[in-house]
C-alpha cells in the first residue's frame, strides 16, 4: 500500500508526518482508500499553481524584437529589467523569472520564508532554486508568518531599489500568499514591534483578512500602492498568485501595486468593531491621524499592470478533473468559503448529513437540518453556491461523490494550544459528522493549506471521518478540551500516532486552503 502513494514532487518533505500507509493503525480497506484518494486530490489541486507552470503560462519573450509580451501587453525590454518579490511561491516564480528574461534582467531582490531555500534543496527541488552568481538578491524572514526584523530589511531593499528606477526601466514584480508578513515597512514613528502587535491584536479577535490589510495598508510605507508609487516613472509589471477569496488584487499581500481605496475612518471603523482604539501606541494614533492629508497623495498607478496568473479556483478544478478521473461526481461547492471556523465546521457537518441521506436515496428528508444548512449559506455569504442544486446532483449521482470548496477560515484564539485553521476546521468538522452518520454511506473531510503550512506547525492540515469522537474517547483523549484551547495539532499528534495529519513540507506556492468532503455509499 506504501508504494502506491506518489507524492508531488513539488512537495517538501522536510519533517514528515506519519502517514497512514504502512501504520500498525487498524483501518477498513474502504477507510484507507478514501484517504489516499483525498491525499491524492489535494496533491493534485497544489499542483496545478505551482510557480513554473503559471510564469510559463503567462510570460513570452519574441527574440527578435526584445518584446516582453505579458497577456495582452507587451513591453520592450534592453538591459532595462528589475524584479521585486516577497511571498511563499516567489522563490520559486523568481527560478523562472530569471531563466526567461535574464539576458535583460540587471538586479533582483527578493522576500521569501525562513528557511525555504533550505527546505528546496533538501527536498531535491532545484527548479524552485536561484542558479549560482544570480543577479537576484534573496532575504528570508517573517519565521511563523510573522514580520521580523528580517523581513523589514527586505523590504528597504526592495524600497531602496525602486526608487532607484527611472521611466526607461521596467519593474517586474512577483506577489503571492505571505507577501504582506514578507514585506514589512512601517510609516515612522511606528515601530515594526508596534505594528506587529497590532496585527496579532487584530487576528486575536477574530478580524479577517481583509480588515488586517486595510490596517496594514495605512501603516506602510509599501502597502496599499505604496510600492507602485516608489517605482515609479518606470513601468510596473506585477504577477499575482492569490491567496485570498475573491482574488482582489488590492488586498493580495496588501496591494502593494494597487491604489488604495481605503481611508483613516475604514481603520478606525475596524479597531472600534474590535474594541481597540484605546490600546493603540500613540505612534499608530500619529500615523492615522495625518494619513488623509499625506501630501504625496494616492499613487496614480497607471504605470501598472496587475495580472493575477494563478488562483484557488485553478486549483479546485484540476482537483475535480482528478476527482472525476477516479470515478467520483464531482462538484465544487464555492471558491469563496470564508467565516469562523465553528460555523464553517457546522456548514460542513450538515452538509454532509443532507448529502448522504440524499446519497442513500432515502425517503425521509432531514428538513430541520436542510433548513440550517440554507441559513448557514446565507451566513457565510457563499455568494456561489447553489445548494439545492448540489443536492439534487447528489441524489442523482450512481456512485461515490466529492465535494470540493476553497477559501480561508479564521480562528478565534481563546487558548494557548498549537493548530492552525486547517487542523481546527477539520477536527470540528468531524465531531459535527460523528453525531450524524448512518450505515449507508460513509464520510471523509479534508482540510489543507497549500502553502503547506498550517499555523506554526509542520502539518498543512488534517483529514477526518465521522469516527473520529469515538476513536478519541477510545484513547483518552478529550476533543472538546483541545479545541477550548486551540490546540488541534497535539490531538492530531496524539491521536494514533499522527495518522491523521496531512504533512507535504513548504509546497513553494500559496493559493489559500482547499476542503474536500468524500461521499460513498457503503
Not at 461526481?329 to 469562523?340: D, H, K, N, P, R
Not at 477550548?484 to 506556492?509: E, I, K, M, Y
Request: hydrophobic share 45%; proline share 4%.
Amino acid at each position: 500500500m506504501a508504494a502506491t502513494l506518489r507524492v508531488l514532487p513539488g512537495f517538501a518533505r522536510t519533517r514528515p508526518c506519519p502517514v497512514l500507509w504502512g501504520s500498525s493503525v487498524s483501518w477498513s480497506a474502504s477507510n484507507m482508500a478514501l484517504a489516499k484518494q483525498a491525499w491524492q486530490l489535494f496533491e493534485s489541486a497544489v499542483g496545478a499553481v505551482m510557480p513554473g507552470p503559471m510564469l510559463r503560462r503567462t510570460l513570452a519573450v519574441d527574440t527578435e524584437t526584445g518584446q516582453l509580451k505579458v497577456r495582452d501587453r507587451n513591453f520592450q525590454l534592453h538591459h532595462n529589467l528589475y524584479l521585486a518579490g516577497f511571498g511563499k511561491a516567489v522563490l520559486g516564480m523568481a527560478a523562472v523569472a530569471e531563466e526567461l528574461l535574464s539576458e535583460h534582467l540587471v538586479q533582483g531582490v527578493i522576500s521569501v520564508p525562513k528557511g525555504i531555500q533550505a527546505a528546496m534543496e533538501r527536498a531535491g527541488m532545484k527548479n524552485m532554486l536561484l542558479k549560482p552568481h544570480s543577479q537576484i538578491q534573496v532575504f528570508e524572514g517573517a519565521k511563523d508568518n510573522l514580520p521580523d526584523r528580517d523581513a523589514l530589511q527586505a523590504a528597504l531593499a526592495i524600497r531602496d531599489l525602486a526608487e532607484g528606477l527611472t521611466a526607461d526601466d521596467l519593474l517586474l514584480v512577483l506577489i503571492s500568499g505571505g507577501g504582506s508578513a514578507l514585506l514589512p515597512a512601517p510609516i515612522p514613528p511606528v515601530t515594526l514591534e508596534e505594528k506587529q502587535l497590532l496585527t496579532k491584536l487584530l487576528a486575536a479577535h477574530g478580524a479577517t483578512i481583509h480588515e488586517l490589510n486595510t490596517i496594514r495598508k495605512a501603516l506602510s510605507q509599501l502597502k496599499g500602492g505604496g510600492l507602485a508609487r516608489a517605482a515609479y516613472p518606470a513601468q510596473v509589471v506585477s504577477l499575482i498568485l492569490s491567496d485570498v477569496v475573491g482574488d482582489p488584487v488590492d488586498v493580495i499581500a496588501s496591494g502593494p501595486t494597487v491604489a488604495n481605496e481605503h481611508n483613516v475612518q475604514d481603520c478606525l471603523h475596524i479597531l472600534s468593531r474590535y474594541d481597540l482604539r484605546a490600546a493603540l501606541p500613540r505612534s499608530v494614533k500619529t500615523v492615522l491621524s495625518r494619513a488623509d492629508s499625506d501630501p504625496r497623495g494616492p499613487p496614480a498607478c497607471g504605470h501598472v499592470l496587475n495580472v493575477v496568473i494563478g488562483s484557488n479556483s485553478l486549483a479546485l478544478a484540476e482537483a475535480q478533473r482528478r476527482a472525476q478521473a477516479l470515478g467520483y461526481q464531482a462538484l465544487i461547492l464555492s471558491t469563496v468559503v470564508q467565516g469562523e471556523v465553528g460555523r464553517l465546521a457546522r456548514f460542513y457537518g450538515l452538509l454532509a448529513q443532507a448529502a448522504g441521506v440524499r446519497l442513500s436515496s432515502q425517503a425521509m428528508k432531514i428538513t430541520k437540518e436542510e433548513d440550517e444548512l440554507w441559513d448557514l449559506v446565507e451566513e457565510l455569504q457563499l455568494s456561489d453556491l447553489k445548494l439545492e442544486e448540489v443536492l439534487e446532483a447528489v441524489e442523482g449521482a450512481k456512485g461515490p461523490v466529492c465535494l470540493l470548496a476553497g477559501g480561508e477560515s479564521t480562528v478565534k484564539v481563546q487558548g494557548s494550544g498549537k493548530g492552525g485553521r486547517n487542523q481546527e476546521l477539520a477536527l470540528r468538522v468531524g465531531v459535527e459528522m460523528s453525531g450524524s452518520t448512518t450505515r449507508d454511506w460513509e464520510a471523509l473531510f479534508l482540510s489543507g493549506g497549500t502553502d503547506g503550512q498550517d499555523g506554526p506547525t509542520e502539518a498543512a492540515g488534517a483529514w477526518v471521518t465521522p469516527a473520529i469522537a469515538n476513536e478519541a474517547a477510545a484513547e483518552g483523549l478529550d476533543v472538546a478540551a483541545f479545541l477550548a484551547n486551540n490546540d488541534s495539532n497535539t490531538f492530531f499528534r496524539r491521536l494514533q500516532g499522527g495518522v491523521h495529519l496531512l504533512c507535504t513540507g513548504l509546497t513553494g506556492t500559496n493559493v489559500m486552503d482547499v476542503h474536500l468532503l468524500l461521499l460513498r455509499p457503503c
